[in-house]
């Protein structure tokens, strides 16, 4: 299994809720990621899991919560988002240290 | 801390022409560098890649890139355009050392017309 999976593939929230999205690996890797995407816009990087702990925050506003609760497992929490908030959230993976990243699909987040 | 920056936010070919698009890097030690492929409402696939070695790196979709220390310069190209090759175009790089933080140029958009 060479891909990485990210659900859902849309959402659409108000900015009272809470949900989550997922993203899930079965490649072995022990470093995850969250990027954020703005239309016509590169990547920007959110945080970054290694062996299953937090080693990079992109100074994230705290409405962003991540968490991996395995190696294979990576969700991010979302509360009292804001519309600017909206944007293509990505996940990737790869072996700690310096090598490529997987990226998954990505979940197109509207926030109304 | 280390940066791309790619000349050219949209790039127009005609199918079969060469492809060129131009990524430079800023770091005083020579990162490792990375060209990645976004296609509409998609994420982001790994064209080719230098960590060290050949200069000339081979990637899919009969792309490929050269590592230029001298000019900090990792350009990709392919010899024949297709317009299955229209699609975003990223430049990436990460340090040698650290936690991976990889980081993105602005990103070119190749249009391939008939």
């Known amino acids: 299994d060479t891909e990485v999976t990210q659900t859902p593939k849309h959402l659409v929230m108000g900015m009272t809720n809470k949900k989550s999205l997922k993203c899930e690996q079965h490649?072995?890797?022990?470093?995850m990621y969250w990027y954020k995407q703005k239309a016509k816009k590169p990547p920007e990087l959110m945080f970054v899991?290694?062996?299953?702990?937090?080693?990079i925050n992109e100074s994230v506003p705290s409405r962003f919560s991540p968490e991996c609760p395995n190696s294979s497992l990576l969700n991010l929490h979302l509360h009292a988002l804001q519309p600017e908030d909206s944007a293509l959230y990505l996940c990737?993976?790869?072996?700690?240290?310096?090598?490529?990243?997987?990226f998954g699909p990505g979940t197109r987040l509207t926030v109304l | 801390a280390q940066s791309v920056t790619q000349l050219g936010s949209h790039v127009s070919v005609s199918e079969g022409a060469l492809v060129l698009l131009r990524c430079n890097y800023s770091s005083s030690v020579p990162p490792y560098l990375f060209w990645y492929v976004q296609y509409p409402n998609q994420g982001l696939q790994l064209l080719l890649k230098?960590?060290?070695?050949?200069?000339l790196v081979k990637g899919i979709n009969g792309f490929e890139a050269e590592f230029k220390k001298s000019e900090t310069s990792f350009h990709l190209t392919k010899p024949s355009a297709h317009m299955s090759d229209a699609a975003e175009y990223f430049c990436a790089v990460t340090p040698l050392l650290g936690n991976n933080d990889m980081r993105f140029g602005a990103g070119t958009r190749l249009t391939v017309k008939p």
């Open positions: 230098y960590t060290t070695g050949a200069t």
């Open positions: 990737a993976s790869s072996h700690p240290g310096v090598n490529e990243q997987f």
């Open positions: 899991y290694s062996y299953e702990k937090l080693s």
């Open positions: 490649m072995g890797h022990r470093a």
